[in-house]
């Protein structure tokens, strides 16, 4: 433009800043990541639940078989201490003629029957020890007595809420923690709105035109929406 002339700006330009974000509303998103964090916290929780509801139920399996196991020891030790007896006056019997061998073989036959029963029996009880020494950590010793319950009375019908299993708790815990990663996941295509502001020093400042350090600040609020959410 004739009579009308300015001085280029320096070629030469410098320049620091300091750039502050904060998030003024996300649409949720922070909500829902917090909820996938909770959602793995029970996950975990339910997960340890029925871990332990299981080991829990060997455990009383096994004790209740050593229960039964120190029925049938002690079963198989009456019965091994009457037979005996019984061979002693069969034996007899056949010493004083009124008695036949056969008669002695057949308790003698029984009386097998019965040591193989008690061979079973503490063979059981040893391989319940083993396991609830495993299971519990404590070991137990060979003296060990499998108290029987004092009552075998009927228990009150559980309420609906007492009665829920472990697996169904897990399961639930499963699909609230997938619902809140479907939502996180979506959560990239939700609007935000954001406060902002910059602080600088350098030449040239917000004047382009002045070619002199100075301080300078810019600062407003912005508002993104991706294209996939229109």
């Known amino acids: 433009i004739p009579g009308v002339g300015f001085e280029p700006p320096a070629k030469d330009q410098y320049r620091g800043t300091l750039e502050v974000q904060q998030s003024l509303w996300d649409f949720g998103v922070v909500a829902d990541r917090k909820r996938v964090a909770e959602g793995v916290a029970r996950l975990e929780h339910e997960r340890a639940a ?26 198989a030790e009456s019965l091994l201490g009457y037979l005996d007896t019984l061979v002693n006056k069969a034996q007899v019997a056949v010493e004083a003629g009124v008695g036949t061998p056969r008669d002695v073989l057949l308790v003698e036959a029984r009386r ?3 040591r193989q029963a008690l061979s079973d029996a503490t063979a059981q009880i040893a391989t319940v020890r083993r396991g609830l020494s495993i299971l519990t950590g404590a070991e137990l010793s060979d003296g060990a007595v499998f108290a029987a319950p004092a009552s075998c009375a009927v228990a009150p019908v559980a309420s609906a809420e007492s009665a829920k299993r472990p697996e169904l708790d897990l399961l639930a815990a499963q699909a609230d923690l997938l619902g809140a990663q479907e939502e996180v996941e979506r959560a990239g295509d939700r609007p935000r709105i954001a406060a902002f502001g910059t602080a600088g020093y350098g030449r040239p400042g917000l004047n382009f035109f002045d070619d002199e350090f100075h301080f300078y600040f810019v600062g407003g609020v912005q508002l993104t929406v991706p294209l996939t959410y229109l």
């Open 50 to 75: 029925l871990e332990w509801y299981q080991v829990r139920g060997r455990i009383l399996s096994l004790y209740f078989a050593g229960v039964v196991g120190q029925e049938r020891r002690a079963q």
């Open 112 to 114: 097998v029957e019965a």
